[in-house]
């Protein structure tokens, strides 16, 4: 890649396309400088990511003041309610891949067909589990071995956050089908919109404001239904109003269904790639569970601080993969492989910085958010233990990103399939309970497992076969 210098010559140089990245310039990402091409497109997806995990810890952050049933209940309908961000996440996936291909080969209208039909499957897919949360919430925290006080705080956020699944699907397809056509400014505004609503509603609607009595913790689940929603709104108003490169037109929701089994293909194994992982918290979190409340509250806490430094990582790897389907599409695989190793470096030297800086801070950082001192004890040693896997987590993501933005779902979910089920939930289990060291074995079967990953998805990559997929 000739004159590097050319692409950022100064200061002011970098200031401007900062700007240009936030207000989101059209332009083609399949020429020109990769450096420049992921900037522009990792800025707006970083601050998105940035703004998802804001979300996180302001829900964490108001629920905390409610007790520790309260963050319990939070931290095991969270890790239920990761089968519907797993299949939000499959479908964005898929639709990012077919958008990506298709804006790579300059075929716009396709582009916008394709992810029509992804919302399509989505809202069809959202019902079931409605129907399943608001019938069943009580029966599913009791399965997760939630106390019976738990059950009785919790019952009802979890009725809210099953029976308006819907507008948290769309949010994270809809961005997935802006990311693709490399419209990540669109992505990165309506997540702000959303998030905006949800840190100025969940004050309010958990403790209430004047006249108004608050609802507690089904007020947080109120705010979040609201907030995304609203979020929602301004999506679909910039996929209908035809401004944007990709533009949505009604006659397209007639089913397609060579363009519904091709993503759901892809979206399948997208989903079930996210399911095995977020399946594996699930049983994490049992196993951290038999430890009490406190365990499962410091073990919560941590996880979203965790998500709080890794999504910037995530927002890299998502630059990654529309960069790769673009470049496939327009026929040049060795772009896609270039941008992916140039990714993979910056996420490396990110996830440094972070890990020195969660070691250095994390009983401070712990301590903003909870004042229970076991549960800020466990929550600390995770946080720190787990630092020591930070670079693999932020490579890992960008080989991650890269399979699924080729459209090469299966070859991830085959890795999370064994590191995770066959690896990671076995010896944690042994390191807890068979050893005794209580949620610590936890933690550090988490970070050996993430370094087996990495290494098993970089040597595949190395291979290249995800350059012939054709979707």
């Known amino acids: 890649m000739h004159s590097n210098h050319n ?15 936030i207000k989101g310039e059209q332009q083609d990402y399949t020429e020109g400088s990769i450096r420049k091409a992921l900037f522009m497109l990792a800025i707006p997806m970083i601050l998105e990511m940035v703004m998802e995990s804001v979300f996180a ?7 905390g003041k409610l007790g520790k049933e309260a963050v319990s209940t939070v931290g095991l309908i969270e890790s239920v309610m990761a089968i519907v961000y797993s299949i939000g996440i499959g479908l964005s996936m898929a639709a990012a891949a077919m958008v990506s291909r298709r804006i790579g080969e300059k075929n716009n209208k396709e582009a916008g067909k394709a ?12 019902v079931p589990i409605s129907v399943t949360g608001l019938l069943f919430s009580s029966n599913i925290l009791r399965l997760m071995g939630a106390s019976t006080e738990v059950v009785k705080v919790g019952a009802s956020y979890a009725r809210i956050m099953f029976g308006f699944n819907i507008v948290i699907i769309l949010l ?6 802006f990311r693709g056509a490399g419209d990540a400014a669109i992505a990165m505004r309506s997540l702000w919109i959303a998030n905006s609503c949800n840190i100025i509603l969940c004050p309010v609607l958990i403790y209430g ?12 689940a109120m705010a979040t239904a609201i907030g995304r929603g609203i979020g929602v709104c301004y999506q679909l108003y910039h996929l209908f109003n035809g401004k944007k490169i990709i533009r949505f037109r009604l006659q397209q929701l007639a089913p397609d269904l060579k363009i519904i089994k091709s993503l759901l293909l892809i979206s399948w194994t997208a989903t079930f790639q996210f399911l095995i992982a977020s399946a594996s918290w699930i049983i994490l979190a049992r196993i951290v569970a038999r430890f009490g409340s406190a365990s499962i509250a410091g073990y919560t806490v941590a996880l979203r601080v965790i998500m709080f430094f890794i999504l910037p990582a995530w927002g890299m790897s998502n630059a990654a993969a529309t960069l790769v389907g673009q470049n496939l599409g327009a026929g040049k695989p060795e ?4 941008s992916v190793w140039k990714t993979a470096r910056y996420n490396a030297i990110f996830m440094i910085f972070v890990s020195l800086l969660v070691l250095i801070f994390s009983k401070y950082i712990i301590g903003f958010m909870n004042n229970d001192e076991e549960v800020e004890m466990i929550a600390s040693k995770a946080l720190r233990i787990m630092s020591f896997g930070y670079i693999f987590f932020g490579v890992g993501m960008v080989i991650n990103s890269s399979f699924n933005g080729a459209g090469d779902s299966k070859t991830p979910t085959w890795i999370n399939l064994f590191g995770f089920w066959a690896f990671q939930i076995p010896l944690a289990y042994l390191l807890a309970i068979t050893f005794k060291l209580g949620p ?32």
């Open 57 to 63: 810890i302001v829900d964490i952050f108001f629920v």
């Open 7 to 21: 692409t950022f010559p100064g200061l002011s140089s970098l200031f401007s396309f900062f700007k240009r990245a």
């Open 209 to 220: 404001i004047g006249p108004l009595h608050g609802f507690g913790l089904t007020g947080a």
């Open 115 to 126: 992810g029509m039909q992804a919302v399509l499957i989505a809202v069809m897919l959202s």
């Open 440 to 471: 610590t074995g936890v933690f550090f079967a988490i970070i050996i497992t993430e370094a087996l990953i990495t290494t098993a998805g970089i040597i595949i990559f190395r291979m290249g076969k995800w350059k012939l997929i054709k979707i």
């Open 335 to 338: 772009r896609a492989e270039q």
């Open 172 to 177: 994270f397809l809809i961005n997935g089908i």
